[in-house]
């Protein structure tokens, strides 16, 4: 069985920096892809950033430049770098694996994954 710990969250004022990381278990091999997808107060869910199993990072167009996702499969974990964060930042984050189907490794389908963590809080002030 997958199990996703998610932890680094917290709360940073405007321009700051947070690291989260998602400690993962169950799998005998690295993922096809991984990611993180985030969901603020009273909106959709939204993917952020993932990482398939070449290293090949994608993200969504609002983070891209700010934030850095990376894996290492021998401590099997997933970590997301945020660096300027802003308000509209503010979310709770989730890291997910497990597509049904590997065309599904884009950012947009993160969400949809089967398997997702617990979530962290971060949030932004201004």
């Known amino acids: 069985q997958v199990q996703l710990v998610e932890s680094g969250g917290g709360s940073v004022q405007a321009g700051g920096s947070l690291r989260l990381s998602c400690a993962w278990s169950?799998?005998?091999?690295?993922?096809?892809?991984m990611g993180w997808f985030r969901q603020a107060p009273g909106k959709e869910r939204e993917g952020v950033a993932l990482?398939?199993?070449?290293?090949?990072?994608r993200y969504t167009y609002s983070v891209k430049d700010r934030f850095t996702i990376s894996q290492d499969n021998a401590k099997k974990t997933l970590d997301l770098q945020m660096n300027s964060l802003q308000p509209e930042d503010t979310a709770v984050y989730y890291c997910?694996?497990?597509?049904?189907?590997?065309?599904?490794?884009?950012?947009?389908?993160?969400?949809?994954?089967?398997?997702r963590g617990q979530g962290t809080q971060v949030t932004v002030s201004s």
């Open positions: 169950g799998y005998t091999a690295s993922p096809v892809c």
């Open positions: 990482i398939d199993r070449n290293g090949i990072t």
């Open positions: 997910a694996v497990e597509p049904r189907y590997s065309w599904e490794c884009i950012v947009s389908y993160i969400p949809t994954y089967n398997t």
